[in-house]
């Protein structure tokens, strides 16, 4: 499956190039003078290539080598291709500027700043490159028609911002209401911890995107739980189990974290929980090859206090084996169908519009499609949102693959992913910069989008205002997860969803 998600940031970076390739500055400017034929095959080839990219995905996930190593080596000539457009950029703003008399105000100095240009050997120098890259492109061509690929062309997106608070979380009565009973178990089973000397480990199994987290943080919220531990501590594990690394996030997740930074995690984290009655929560445990590093942070753990706890959540039953769980795992169930429904038509369709009769009967129908996923029917409400024809919503509901036991929830956020429109495709995988699981300030976020030129300009809308709409509309196919605010403003932080954590 990495390959499947590798291949979908290569589409971003074509079309990327696309729109360099096709800006109005390189022909105001002349910047490409004496590469005007060039330019212009290059404008009518790359859009070719990006109308058979779907039909190379598809096989290249049909672990078909030469279609994967096609896509590398589009992805490779994209990248050096953007590097020469940028160039090219450069050297219109560069004329722009002089043509406007930006550098005379600037002082004669500020001159200096700018390397010296002779416009015939900028021209032999970039002329040089653009052969090469149209060489590289010509063979990639030659190659695209030798497999066969199959034209695709991508259907324009319809584009229905939400001007809302551009965070969009599921709303908490609704996962509140669907997972009650468990969390009433949940929450009994680790409140009658209460004369156990004994540490509880207690695990929640279930595929991805089915709302382990979800329930954890409900448990995790809950006020006799708030009331009954001493201490409350949450750390994502994900697909890395460091303990020096794990005892370092728990000590820190703490408000009563200790300041001895000169001594071993280990040491650190026995001290904060000696004598204390906590409940640890160990969100998304992947890996199973870590009995003897579990040992050794469980000794540290066993310090705490009577009726300690440590509340876990897991796609693997193995793992709540191999961490030694006194009790059989909580295996969650999937969601009932009506609050599936709920979940979809809260996405599907505008708050302030009446619903259409017809698509409203075809929910029940996508209801199953979705294996009881909430995450599944957040995507694909989502999706189903930018579409109003019934034959839209008919060809969405009888795709082969869209949550299984077996592939879980890739395909729709696959699926998701390909109905976005190129420039929040390369917002998104963007992201692949940040490290599983870290925090990302979305200030920051857009504001890098920004300075890479991945947020196109609009005349109504500021840049930052677009990037917002852009924020929303992955968050809202679950793309980012845990969106919270934080410092009492309307600053907020976020983690990468499945998507990213486990194949990027």
């Known amino acids: 499956m990495a390959e499947v998600v590798a291949a979908m940031a290569i589409r971003p970076l074509v079309s990327m190039l696309v729109n360099k390739a096709a ?3 390189l022909d105001k400017y002349k910047v490409m003078e004496g590469m005007e034929e060039q330019h212009k095959i290059l404008k009518r080839k790359l859009p070719a290539i990006l109308d058979v990219m779907t039909d190379a995905e598809e096989q ?3 672990h078909r080598d030469g279609a994967k190593a096609w896509l590398q080596e589009l992805k490779a000539v994209a990248y050096v291709a953007n590097e020469v457009f940028d160039e090219f950029k450069y050297e219109a703003l560069r004329r722009e500027s002089m043509k406007k008399g930006h550098y005379r105000k600037l002082c004669f100095d500020v001159i200096k700043l700018f390397p010296t240009y002779n416009h015939i050997v900028f ?3 970039m002329g040089r490159k653009l052969c090469r890259i149209l060489q590289a492109i010509e063979v990639l061509i ?3 028609h030798a497999f066969r690929f199959k034209y695709r062309p991508q ?16 709303p908490q009565e609704i996962a509140s209401r669907s997972r009650d009973k468990d969390k009433r178990n949940i929450v009994a089973t680790l409140l009658g911890q209460v004369n156990n000397a004994n540490l509880a480990v207690v695990p929640i199994v279930g595929m991805g995107g089915l709302g382990k987290t979800t329930l ?6 809950e006020p006799k739980v708030q009331k009954h531990f001493q201490l409350l501590l949450w750390v994502c594990v994900s697909d890395i189990f460091d303990v020096n690394s794990l005892s370092k996030s728990i000590v820190e997740a703490s408000p009563k974290k200790n300041d001895d930074t000169d001594k071993q995690p280990l040491d650190r984290l026995q001290k904060l929980v000696s004598g204390q009655r906590y409940l640890l929560v160990l969100d998304d445990i992947w890996n199973k090859e870590f009995h003897n590093k579990w040992e050794r942070l469980k000794i540290c753990l066993e310090h705490g206090g009577m009726g300690s706890a440590v509340l876990i959540t897991t796609r693997d039953k193995r793992v709540a084996e191999i961490m030694g769980s006194d009790r059989a795992a909580y295996n969650l169930n999937a969601l009932e ?5 709920k979940i ?3 996405r599907a369709f505008s708050s302030e519009k009446e619903k259409p009769v017809d698509l409203v009967k075809m929910v029940d129908e996508i209801v199953k499609r979705c294996c009881g996923s909430p995450l599944a029917a957040t995507a694909l409400g989502s999706v189903l949102r930018t579409k109003s024809s019934m034959n839209e919503w008919k060809a969405l509901s009888s795709r082969s693959s869209i949550c299984t036991d077996e592939t879980g929830i890739l395909p729709i956020l696959k699926l998701s992913y390909n109905d976005l429109p190129s420039h929040m495709k390369q917002c998104f995988a963007f992201c692949a910069i940040f490290p599983k699981d870290y925090k990302i300030n979305v200030e920051e976020l857009i504001q890098l989008w920004i300075a890479n030129g991945f947020i196109p300009e609009q005349e109504e809308d500021s840049l930052e205002t677009i990037g917002k709409h852009i924020f929303s509309e992955l968050a809202s196919r679950s793309f980012f997860l845990d969106i919270e605010e934080f410092k009492g403003d309307k600053h907020y932080r976020f983690r990468l969803g499945v998507l990213f954590q486990k194949y990027m």
């Open 23 to 25: 800006n109005s500055l």
């Open 60 to 62: 290249a996930t049909e």
């Open 123 to 125: 021209r032999y120098k």
């Open 142 to 144: 030659a190659e695209m």
């Open 155 to 170: 259907p324009p997106v319809f584009k229905q911002w939400r001007q809302t608070d551009y965070v969009i979380i599921d």
């Open 216 to 221: 954890a943080q409900l448990i995790y919220n």
């Open 337 to 341: 169908d009506h609050f599936i429904k």
């Open 344 to 346: 979809i038509e809260a």
